[in-house]
Structure formats: structure tokens, C-alpha cells
């Protein structure tokens, strides 16, 4: 498990294609190699890796399949790029941020960046469908392994959307987040309490209704929403979609 609270920036040192997977070595800041052992976990952009070398100090190996090369952006990463990375959370550590996996959901897109003053800035997330039932202003949401509060979220019709989070010079200072541009892509954990609510609430909602379903899809379609043809997997949250039928004229 990881806090997401980043402790710096790595560096890709070297790289090594191998039968199925890539090696790479990565340059650790200062102090963050103290007592890392092969078999470690690590946070790299978000994505939980494993040490399987330890080559000098101040580096570390990691071996990444091909499955995730394709599923994230560590496929596209070249010497030199930097990675935010954490080490694994030790019992009792304190949690700054909020639980995180290292196990990824989505990629987001960078689709604005604004500075409204000297300490602000802001980012704004463009993430598919259908992650952004997940996300609500003032939650939680890992973004390449940093946890972050949602500032403003927007959800569309069809379940995608996007959503801004705000960053201090300190988080700037202490990851790769003032070297991104717009249409960058980022990793995306979503926080797994929400997922749970979530997905409770519309499964029963879903078993609930039943025969119902149907009356409500046609309800949705004349609002100019799809509920995917069944509620429960549908693009619209049921609870959203029902407020709104409750909703006196």
C-alpha cells in the first residue's frame, strides 16, 4: 500500500529490452534508497513496481511486462524522464494522502493548464468512461501516484468528463507535475472507497427497480441520457438519474 504522498522524482538511467518485459534502471533521489531491498515495492508514476536489482547505490532496477507497458505510459518512457516515486507504506506510517495500490485504473489526459496567480496551478483531466462516476469534487483521486483533491468535476452524458485539481508550489517542487503539458497522458486511481458506495448503490438500486428499468430508460432518452440499455451498467448514475425524477416541477 502507498499513502500518496510523492518523496521525489527518479530518473530513467538506463533501459533493457528483454523476452516479454523492459528493464529499467532508474537514478533514486537522494536518501530514498535507505535499507531498499530486492523484492521492494515501489510507487513509479503511480504503478506499483518490484526492485529486482540494485545496481549501485542511489539506483534500482525494475522489470516491467509487456502487459503494462501497454496499459500505462512507462511504455513511452525514454532516458532521462522522470517518474514520481514512493516507497511502500510500513505499519503505523502516517497516511498524508490517502491509500493508494499501485494498481491503475485509467489514463487521463491533460486537456488545459492555468495559473489564475504566482501559487496556484491548476490542471484540468480529461478521463473516459466510465471513471468519472467515481470522481466528486472535494474526493480523493491518485494521479500518477500522487493523491490529490478534486477541486471541480464535470460529468457527461455518455459517463466521461474531467476534472481539475489545484497544486501548490511544494507539490510542483517535489514531482513531474511542472514538466507536463496539455495532452500529456497521467495515470488515474480512483479512490476505492468511492467505488465501493458507488457501485453498491447502483447495483441495489438496479435490483431494486426492476421492471422499472425500462420506464426509467425511456425517461433518460428524452432527457437526451443513456442509461446503456440496463441500469447497473448503464452511463448515468441511478441515483442521479432518480433525484431527478423526484425532482417536483
Not at 472535494?138 to 483533491?149: A, E, F, M, W
Not at 507536463?180 to 427497480?209: F, N, S, Y
Request: net charge negative; hydrophobic share 45%; with cysteine.
Amino acid at each position: 500500500m502507498f499513502t500518496g504522498i510523492v518523496q521525489g522524482v527518479a530518473r530513467v538511467a538506463a533501459i533493457e529490452d528483454r523476452e516479454g518485459l523492459r528493464r529499467f534502471e532508474l537514478a533514486l533521489p537522494p536518501g530514498f534508497d535507505a535499507e531498499l531491498a530486492i523484492g521492494a515495492s515501489v510507487a513509479s508514476d503511480g504503478v506499483c513496481l518490484t526492485v529486482t536489482e540494485r545496481p549501485a547505490p542511489d539506483r534500482a532496477c525494475f522489470d516491467v511486462m509487456a502487459q503494462t507497458l501497454r496499459l500505462t505510459t512507462l511504455g513511452q518512457l525514454a532516458l532521462g524522464d522522470g517518474l514520481n516515486v514512493e516507497r511502500a507504506a510500513k505499519d503505523g506510517a502516517e497516511i498524508g494522502g490517502h491509500p493508494l495500490s499501485g494498481h491503475v485504473d485509467a489514463s487521463a489526459r491533460i486537456s488545459d493548464i492555468r495559473h489564475p496567480d504566482a501559487n496556484n496551478h491548476v490542471i484540468r483531466l480529461a478521463l473516459p468512461a466510465p471513471w468519472m462516476r467515481y470522481v466528486f469534487a472535494k474526493g480523493y483521486v491518485g494521479v500518477n501516484g500522487c493523491s490529490l483533491t478534486v477541486a471541480e468535476a464535470h460529468r457527461e452524458a455518455d459517463g466521461s468528463g474531467w476534472f481539475e485539481v489545484w497544486l501548490i508550489p511544494e507539490t510542483l517542487r517535489m514531482t513531474t507535475f511542472v514538466a507536463k503539458a496539455v495532452g500529456d497522458a497521467v495515470h488515474i486511481e480512483i479512490d476505492r472507497a468511492t467505488q465501493v458506495v458507488v457501485d453498491t448503490v447502483r447495483d441495489a438500486l438496479a435490483e431494486q427497480l426492476g421492471a422499472l428499468a425500462p420506464l426509467l430508460e425511456a425517461w433518460a432518452q428524452q432527457q437526451g441520457m443513456s442509461l446503456g440499455g440496463r441500469l447497473g451498467q448503464g452511463r448515468v448514475e441511478a441515483p442521479a438519474a432518480m433525484a431527478a425524477i423526484a425532482k417536483p416541477d
